[in-house]
């Protein structure tokens, strides 16, 4: 691996480690062998890096997926959403989970960072949207990522939230999905 490389990988240590906040540059150079200087030439500031590993450790969740058989349920049917909630859950129970740090990125109030972070937002909601409705990713259009997309990552926010509180009584995919199924219920009945 290159300079660029180690600096990501000794950052993505550092955030499931100390934290947005409490990493310094100083910490990710230790973590990843480097030198302070690597960090402004690769990536401009060590906020801009922390912004991209944390991308990349969101990223990395997608391996929650692919272990196993593959979603149970035709695409958008509530089997399917019962079955990737559930997985989203099972990761949130992890120690060191990238869902906690999650709770810490959100009020980051770093006006460059936000801005990638906004951006990376909207394919996280387009990857949910291609998961639970048995797509790939790039047919998912942009009006389905910005409205279905965005129900998503409000639904995992808030499941993050809860996690982070309370793990004890957060939901897990069966709760999530009886949920769905009274809204729907209701909906329907009016």
């Not at 079955?83 to 460059?112: F, N």
């Not at 394919?123 to 009006?143: F, I, T």
């Not at 982070?164 to 897990?172: G, I, K, L, S």
């Amino acid at each position: 691996m290159g300079h660029r490389e180690d600096l990501l990988e000794g950052a993505k240590s550092c955030l499931l480690e100390k934290g947005f906040a409490r990493t310094t540059a100083r910490d990710i150079v230790k973590a990843s062998g480097t030198n302070l200087a690597s960090i402004g030439y690769h990536y401009g500031s060590k906020d801009a890096l922390l912004a991209q590993a944390y991308v990349a450790l969101v990223e990395g969740m997608s391996g929650a997926f692919d272990a196993g058989a593959g979603p149970e349920g035709a695409p958008g049917s509530l089997e399917r959403f019962r079955w990737v909630w559930s997985r989203i859950a099972d990761t949130m129970r992890e120690p060191g989970s990238v869902w906690r740090l999650s709770m810490e990125v959100m009020t980051i109030e770093l006006p460059g960072v936000r801005a990638h972070l906004a951006a990376a937002q909207r394919e996280g909601g387009r990857g949910l949207v291609a998961l639970l409705m048995g797509m790939p990713e790039e047919e998912v259009s942009d009006e389905a990522a910005d409205t279905l997309g965005r129900f998503y990552l409000t639904l995992m926010t808030g499941l993050i939230a809860q996690w982070t509180f309370d793990p004890e009584t957060a939901p897990d995919g069966e709760a999530l999905t009886e949920g769905l199924r009274q809204v729907v219920e209701a909906a329907r009945e009016n």
